[in-house]
Every structure is written in structure tokens, then in C-alpha cells.
């Protein structure tokens, strides 16, 4: 009996090894869903609403490529409307951010608490492996409604920053069990409260598999104020490393 | 639009009702989520907006000023037509064009008067991904700190006409220096040399609006030299030298860097010989010395996303308390030429100064952006204060501000000529 229970117990590390292993494996794949493989660009368009009503309109385009070394992505975004913001730029790397405006020439650094967008966070229109930034643990298997209120089967992530350099400090994510498509998120400040929930929708083939082109961001203390984030015109897209430079931005001019 | 909170249980129960096992659904989808979802789908599809080459608004304002002589008021209307094209020619060749007129009809200043500065008008030859060079006029800026860079140099002489005393809009609305200049970039770093010839020696003198003005900033043969390095994660300082036709060159630091999630420090420092401001506004030549310009400071934004920065300013050729009364005591004749030559220059006019910036987008309601500064020379201790709030709609912006300089009789900013100024300015972008 106690030889056995011995052996229970020896088993139990490699066993949660196993369950952690598993459920960053299930953020990894996750991230592969929304993330392409390559460098790309994408047109977001984010639409704010407060209290039912429409109040701010923006659209980006992001051009994002993957460090070779730490597997980050790495995004530069340029301001297209509205006509106030033309060709302004925002470049991140990691938490080396700045902003860019052709009127002043000036590059400015920002820090990471620093909005340029309304309820968005830079960190929320930029492409970011997670996977990276975070350790996961499964916290169980639960059947959610997705973001067309269809019945999705999913696993729930805990997500625990581990680097410095993130947005948010704790995540839950509920990634389905069959596709690992990301279907919900909820993200929470160090303090613990909810800062935000955002649901993965209306997936479509993009750049060759299966990617959300809606994020719909819901306030954690406002949930009347919504942001939906509409993802269009992806497409394969070389970024020189001379993109994501400071001294490049007063040189940017993609078309 | 919030959904009745009867409907709402009602759709909560029918999502719950279609499918087995959503007892936990329950607890993890709200019905604030499902609200926000049933936005989402009736959120229009945004139009079609590909951003094109030009950036074009009309403005007019109307302004009431305060003079510093007893009862003595003015008022002025403004019209003004801004735009920026920035296009490529070729895959390999981009052209820039910026222009500002201002057309102003002052009661102090009859008739009207029209001022047009070109901003920038150049093209930009990439030779590769890595390799850029520019030919024309160009604003080149430099500078890490928010109200006060004296790393940017070519800043001297570049204002034609002063529509906002707010740092950023100064460094918008100047004339560029015509200029040959070229970057080379490293995956850590990157080198730029700039030259400036001597196109005019002196300002012109020529009241036409369509001026190019090019003794203003091409009067004499500048060059300037920047390389910037990453030392690590967060760190590329910025080292820059500036030399130029009969004075000492100048060397130049700027760098800046996180202190944690919303804090972002930063410093800017020049030194290199060369006359005091009070030996400038004389004209007089001799007794150059080492002199040190700095502006150190950081900006924290609070959670609501208001952003203040504090800077500590310091001039070492601007006069410090003792020498601004001798200055005083050599008449108002040579303190408002003092002034004004601090004025044109863009350069601080007192030795010690601490500048607050403020700047909190969407406060208080959507839309409405406000901007603040103070700053509190140490010398004599006046201030100039600035206030600015600004609705944006779609294509619209109405914007109000306010500019007051106060301080004790005989102090830096009472002296100016403009006790107190109050804008209203309309701006409707095309």
C-alpha cells in the first residue's frame, strides 16, 4: 500500500509537468491561430461605442514580423483615418515604444500606460505571442458561448506574465478544445480587477488557415463602452529590419 | 444601446436553452458581454479609407489680446489653409510638401497681412532599405524634452508667424532649412549628416506673403552630425555635433528611457562655446566661453491617461537674476531687444527654468483633448501659462485657448509685450 502510494506520489511531478507542458503547448497553438507565420501587415479598423452609441472611429494598418531571437512580434502602425492622425506611426518593441508625427518630426518614446487610441491599449492593436509572455495553466474544460453565441468547448487558460514587458499581468483565455481557436479572453490588472474581456469572432480563411477578423473589447469597470476591432486586408508583406527602427520613422512611406 | 434587462435575462436564457451544459456558460458570459456582442453586430461596416497623400484643413480664429500698456486691447481674425502631400514618385523616390498661409487682419496691424511658410518641400531618394538621402527643404528636429530642445538647433530664425505658443505646434508650423542629407542605418544604430549652405546672407527684407525667406535659416553654412547606438533594451542614446559657419561647433546628447510601466525619463544636453544671448541681441563679438544648455525631465500618465511631464530647464548663456537687472538698467530698449532676439532664436531666456506639461486626451467627455503648460522661470520668477481644450468631431475640431504671462513689475515674462491672450479657432479638415 505504501509502495503504491509512494509510486502515486513520484508520479505526481512528471504529471503536472505534463499538464503544464500541455497547456502552454495549447497557448502556443493558439497564438498560431491568430498570428501568421510570416511577416505581414493587416488593416484594423477599430470602432468605439460608449453607452450604445458610436463615438470614435480609427483605422490602422500594422506590419508585424517576428524577432528571430525571442520570437516576439515586433509592429510598426500607421495612422490611415481619421484624416487628424494621417500617417502619424506608432512603433513597438516589447515595451520600446514610440510615436511618431510627420507634422513636428518629432519621435516621441511613450510608456506602456500611455493610450493613443481610447479604450485600446497599444499592446491590443499589435500582433503578440502570448506564448512568449506568459505561463499557462489548464484550469479546466468548459462550454462557452463564442462570440456568435454559438456553443464552443473550450479549454480555460490561466495566464501568469512572466517577463515585465506585457500589458496585462493575469489572463484567462478560453481556447476550443478541437480547433485551439482563442474564443474569449478576460485580462486583469496586477490588482487583480478586470480591466477588459475580448471575444475572437467571425473567423475566416486568412492568409492560409482559419483567423478571427473581429475582436470586440468590452470595458472591465464600463461595460457599456465597447470597442469592436475589425481585421481586414491581411496579406503577406516584407518588413525590412530598417521598419522597425526609431530612426527609420521620420523615413517611412510603404506605397 | 443597453438592452432591457428583462430581454437580456430572456436571451440569456435561450442561449443557455440551446445548448446542453451551459450551466457554466452562465457564470463565464455575462449579460453586459452579450449587450456588447449585439453591438457589435450592427456596428456599420466602416467606409473604405485608404489614407491618401494629402492632409489638408482650413481654419479660422478670432483672438482678443491684453498689451502690456494701460487699457490697451486688441483684437485680430485669422484665416488659414494648411496642408501636407507626401507621396511616392517611384518606388524609390518620395516627395514631401508642407505649406501653411495665414491670412490676418489685426486691428493693431492694418491692413491685412498674409504670411505663407513652407514648411517642407523635398524629395527623399531611398537608395536601399538602409540608405536614404533628402534634397530641399526639410524640417530637422531634434530633441528628447517636451518645452525646451536645445538640440534642435536648426529651430533658429524657423518661425514665420506664431499661431499657438504650445511646444508641438511650434515645432510644426516653422519653415525647413534647405538642406543635402543622408542616412545610413545598422540593425543597432544608425548615422545622419546633414548640410546646410548659405543661400542668403540676410533675412529678407521682401513683404510678399510667397517669400521663401531663405536667410532666415540659410543664412550661413551649417552641418550637423548624429549617430544614434542601442547600448541595450531600452537604451539608444542620440550624440549629435553641430558646426557652422563663424562659431565653435556643439555637441549634443539626447536620450530617453522607462522607469517602469508609466513613467518615461528623459535629457537633452548641449555644450560648446560660444556667446551669451545679451552679446547676440547686441550684435557684439568676443568673450565666447563654454556654455551648457539642458533640459532634463519625465512624463508620467496616471490610469485615466493623463500624461504630466516635468522638465527642469537651463541655459547657460540666457542671463541668470543679477544680469537681467543690469540689462534692465541698460534701458526697455535693450530688454525688448533681448527679448525679441530670445524670441527668434527659440531659446530659453532666463538661465534656470521648470516647465509642466499636461495633456489628457478624452477628459471628462469624449472627445474633448485638454493641454496645459507653466513655466516658472527661477530668476525672477514670472510665468507664462497656457491652457488649450479641444473637441474633435468627425472632420471638425473647436478649439479654445488661453495664454497669460504674469509675474512681478520688472520680471522676465511681465516684461513681454502680451500681457494675456484668449483664441477661439475653428478647424475643418478636407
Redesign the interface.
Known sequence: MSAWLAGCLGAMPSMQARAAIDAQQILVASDAVRNPTRPFSVTV?L?E?????????N?L?VYSKADEQGGQYRSLV???????D??KLMLKN???LWFY??????SI???????LL?QASNGDVVTVNLARDYKATVQGE????D???V?RRCHKLGLSAVSDDVTYHQVEM?VETTTSKPV?ARFFAASGHLLK?A?Y?KYQPQLGRERPT?V?I?DGLD??W?T?M?YSAYGWRDV????L????LP?F?P? | MTMHPARRVLLTALVAWASPGLAVAQSATTGNELDALNLADRAEAAPDKSGGPWRIYLEGAGTTRRLAGPDETAGAVRASIDLRYDAKLSPDLRLVVSNRLDLVHDESDRPVKSVNTLREAFLSWARNDSQTFDLGRVNVRHGAALGYNPTDWFKENALRGVVSPDPAALRENRQGTFVLQGQQLWPEGGITLTLSPRLQRHRSTDPSALSLDLGANNSRNRWLLGGSWRLANGWTPEVLVHGSEGASPQIGLNLSALAGDAVVVFGEVTSGTGQTLVAQARQETGNERRRERAALGLTYTTPINLSVTLEAEYNGAAPDRTQWRALQNAGPTAVLQFLNTASVLQDLPVRRAVFAYATWKDAFVRRLDLSAFVRQELETRSRSQWLEARHRWDGVDLAVQLLLNSGDAGSVYRTLALRHALEVSLRWYL
Do not use: C, H
Not at chain 1, 50 to 56: A, E, L, M, S, Y
Not at chain 1, 101 to 106: G, I, V, Y
Open positions: 479598423t470602432l461605442f460608449r453607452g450604445g452609441k458610436q463615438t470614435d472611429t483605422t494598418t500607421r495612422f490611415v483615418a481619421p484624416q487628424r494621417l500617417n516589447g515595451n520600446d508625427d510627420p507634422a513636428s518630426q518629432a518614446r511613450l510608456s506602456p500606460q500611455q493610450r481610447g468548459e462550454e462557452i458561448p462570440g456568435e453565441r456553443p478560453w474569449k474581456t471575444f469572432r473581429e470586440v468590452i461595460p457599456s465597447v469592436v475589425r525590412p529590419e530598417a521598419w527602427q526609431r530612426d527609420y523615413r512611406k506605397e
